[in-house]
């Protein structure tokens, strides 16, 4: 399936696609008077606690944001430990995400990684491909702006080279060029650490998704976390555009009071 632009989800309480911003490593680690790193390895431990919860809730699509594109500006002692932590993390992680059928996709410039990365990059995408279970999508050195001008950049050439015309172009064919495409567009997008901010993840894809903050650190979440997320979203009437006697009824705000 394409992304669709504004897909009402077939179980509208349940979400299809859920995307993570895992916010708060270094803060749950300052906490503990513990340096960051000790931060990103018990986050480590919330994500894999994530992806069995989702897998589990039979959640269809997760995508989590690990590093942006941004995030190569910290301190080059911080970045180089988290690349370390990526490479070792799929190397202890992928057999049992593999026998949990889960299908792991890397979105993002996977270019400025170093080899080693690559290589482990490509062997669980490699190794899962055929996987029926949760689609697993980690977002590495990405960014929506990125994102989003990959796709100019894919299309633009398609039209110099005369296989497509620029009157062609919708949001359509231009959504089937952004790294999610395929997928529906993330019902609900969770951030934790406190901060109401996008910091440029699935920009162009979260136009219409539910937005859910919480000041939980990301180490602290665990499926009682992700039962909150999904007990508001499923208070949630989505309209995208309409009114609400057009979607089935009353707005949230009087589901919620009558709840
Ligand atoms: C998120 O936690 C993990 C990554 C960005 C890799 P942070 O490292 O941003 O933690 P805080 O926000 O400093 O607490
Ligand atoms: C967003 O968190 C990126 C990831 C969680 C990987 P940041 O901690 O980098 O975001 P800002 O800098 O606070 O906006
Ligand atoms: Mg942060």
């Given at each position: 399936m394409a992304h669709s632009n504004n897909p009402i989800p077939a179980?509208?309480?349940?979400?299809r696609h859920i995307a993570v911003v895992m916010d708060g490593n270094g803060r749950w680690a300052s906490k503990r008077m513990l340096p960051r790193a000790a931060g990103h390895k018990a986050g480590v431990n919330a994500t894999r606690a994530l992806v069995e919860s989702c897998a589990r809730r039979s959640i269809a699509a997760l995508t989590i944001?690990?590093?942006?594109?941004?995030?190569?500006?910290?301190p080059s002692t911080e970045v180089n430990h988290l690349m370390t932590l990526f490479v070792k993390t799929l190397a202890t992680e992928i057999d049992k995400l593999h026998a949990q059928q889960v299908r792991v996709v890397f979105i993002g410039?996977?270019?400025?990684?170093?080899e080693k990365l690559r290589q482990g990059i490509s062997a669980a995408e490699q190794l899962t491909k055929?996987?029926?279970g949760l689609a697993l999508n980690i977002a590495a050195n990405y960014g929506g702006r990125w994102d989003i001008v990959n796709a100019c950049k894919i299309l633009a050439n398609q039209v110099s080279a005369g296989s497509?015309?620029?009157?062609?172009?919708?949001e359509t064919t231009f959504s089937?060029?952004?790294?999610?495409?395929?997928l529906p567009a993330p019902d609900l997008f969770i951030r934790t650490g406190g901060e109401r901010r996008?910091?440029?993840?699935l920009v162009w894809q979260c136009a219409y998704s539910e937005l859910y903050f919480c000041d939980t650190l990301w180490p602290d979440f665990n499926d009682a976390e992700l039962a909150r997320a999904l007990d508001w979203y499923a208070t949630r009437q989505r309209r995208f555009g309409k009114i609400a006697e057009q979607v089935g009824g009353e707005s949230s705000e009087s589901q919620q009071g009558a709840g």
């Open positions: 179980d509208p309480s349940h979400p944001f690990a590093f942006s594109s941004e995030n190569w500006k910290r410039d996977r270019n400025r990684f170093d055929n996987n029926t497509i015309t620029a009157g062609a172009i919708d089937e060029q952004l790294c999610l495409a395929g996008i910091s440029n993840f």
